[in-house]
């Protein structure tokens, strides 16, 4: 019995070594493998920084039946160095299938098409199958604010990497407080959220039309009175009583989007587009615009609030038919160059500002979102 335990045992000691000797081995190849894939997948992005260079010229994406929305945000997304930093970080998927539903990977891919390019124009229809994979139509007219929260949060939801997922938000995402008071006792409600855009009022609380960026600013965070209906149920008094409800900001990111609100709704089927007059700067300085009641952050943080105009999707025609189009600056060349699908060129500031908006002209360019770059970020 001991000398046939003995053999077993170092039976079994031979089979233990061996097999960590065969995962040691298969230790060595894993790492070989991955340190090869790690170095062509390096290799392959290595170019892949963001469109704001323009080594091979601005790049046009063609229209592929109603997408001059998406293309227009995705020409926005990509030339934002910012993003594109990010972009080339996340982790690629291992499989074919994976790859094919990621839509950060498809818009790396993209990327780097229209970077490797020589073409005036790319098809991004890998990426527009990708996104009919997660249920994003394309042959519709879209509204350019709600696919932008779209692909935003497809994109959040699709990087595996928590750090990834954390520089996004510290890029894109508005911090807010709300603040709800009582107007009979000193009752007081304060709850803290965020969003991807500031959407801002085109007509004040009279319908009467705003005429620049920053009469929006002031309306948006104007106090409301909460009556009639609209009476908030108070704790302290036990029945619902008028409050008082302002909007306080708290974090402003460093890129910042603003929603000029231009649809409004007259019947619960029907929108109407205002196409008035709306000036707006390619300079914003929070601190020269809001007053302290309307903020909530240190001194530090409001330090970083002077932003420079980055890009303006435009749309044109009605609210149930148009066409939209970006305009965008260069981060490294200061230029501005006008992204109407597949047609690209260089434009003016004074292009720019034809999307200002004209109440008699139906078909005029008028600024539907605007994308600010804050100067001195922290």
């Known amino acids: 019995m001991g000398q046939r335990s003995g053999r077993q045992d170092r039976s079994k000691k031979l089979e233990l070594a061996l097999s960590e000797t065969m995962e040691a081995g298969a230790g060595v190849q894993n790492n070989q493998e991955e340190a090869e894939e790690l170095k062509a997948k390096e290799t392959r992005l290595t170019s892949v920084f963001g469109m704001a260079d323009l080594k091979n010229g601005a790049i046009g994406l063609y229209n592929l039946g109603q997408t001059c929305c998406l293309n227009s945000l995705l020409q926005v997304f990509l030339m934002n160095i910012h993003f594109t930093g990010i972009l080339r970080r996340i982790t690629v998927p ?68 928590p750090v990834l997922v954390e520089d996004l938000s510290d890029l894109y995402t508005i911090s807010i407080q709300e603040h709800l008071a009582c107007q009979k006792c000193s009752f007081e409600i304060k709850s803290n959220s965020s969003m991807l855009t500031l959407p801002l009022p085109v007509l004040d609380s009279n319908s009467h039309m705003l005429k620049t960026l920053e009469d929006c600013l002031q309306c948006f965070l104007h106090p409301e009175e909460l009556t009639g209906q609209d009476m908030c149920f108070c704790q302290q008094c036990g029945k619902k009583t008028p409050f ?51 903020c909530q952050a240190d001194d530090n943080e409001k330090a970083t609030w002077q932003y420079g105009l ?38 003016s500031w004074d292009d720019v500002k034809c999307t200002y908006g004209h109440s008699n002209l139906h078909w005029r360019e008028t600024a539907y979102l605007l994308i600010y770059m804050k100067k001195h970020p922290q």
């Not at 260069?330 to 260089?346: G, H, I, R």
Request: charged content about 20%; aromatic content about 10%; hydrophobic content about 40%.
């Open 94 to 161: 291992l499989y074919a299938a994976q790859q094919k539903k990621s839509v950060p990977y498809q818009m790396l891919l993209l990327l780097e098409i229209m970077q490797r390019g020589r073409d005036k124009a790319v098809r991004p229809v890998d990426l527009a199958c990708c996104l009919s994979a997660h249920r994003v139509k394309l042959s519709v007219q879209h509204d350019a604010a709600q696919l932008y929260l779209t692909l935003w949060n497809l994109i959040k939801r699709q990087m595996k990497n």
């Open 244 to 294: 008082l409800q302002r909007m306080k900001l708290v974090h402003l990111p460093q890129t910042l989007t603003i929603h000029l609100k231009r649809f409004c709704f007259e019947k619960p089927s029907a929108t109407r587009k205002l196409r008035h007059y709306l000036k707006f700067p390619q300079d914003l300085d929070f601190n020269a615009v809001l007053t302290e009641d309307q």
């Open 310 to 347: 980055f890009a303006v999707v435009a749309h044109s025609g009605s609210s149930s038919y148009g066409h939209y189009c970006a305009y965008i600056r260069s981060l490294t060349e200061c230029k501005w160059y006008c992204f109407n699908d597949s047609e690209v060129c260089q434009v």
